[in-house]
């Protein structure tokens, strides 16, 4: 076997089972997501504040079209 034919094994090996510690502890960012999920609520909640008439309105516009 090459040189080069064993390096692209063993890299494509490790993309699929990697070896290193700190890779398979990585769970993502957490805080950041609930950051994200928080805010978007947050910014659901005042726009539904703001403009619930006009949103009630369009969403029953919708099904009225959809349903003949």
Same mark, same amino acid.
């Given at each position: 076997m090459t040189r080069s034919?064993? /390096?692209?094994?063993?890299?494509?090996a %490790?993309? =699929?089972?990697?070896?290193d510690r700190s890779c398979?502890?990585?769970?993502?960012?957490v805080p950041g997501?609930? /950051?994200i999920t928080l805010m978007t609520? %947050?910014? =659901?909640?005042?726009?539904?504040a703001v403009a619930e008439d006009q949103l009630v309105a369009m969403f029953r516009s919708a099904l009225a079209s959809v349903g003949g």
């Open positions: 034919r064993r /390096l692209l094994l063993q890299s494509r %490790a993309a =699929v089972h990697p070896t398979r502890r990585e769970r993502g960012d997501w609930v /950051l609520a %947050a910014l =659901v909640t005042a726009l539904w």
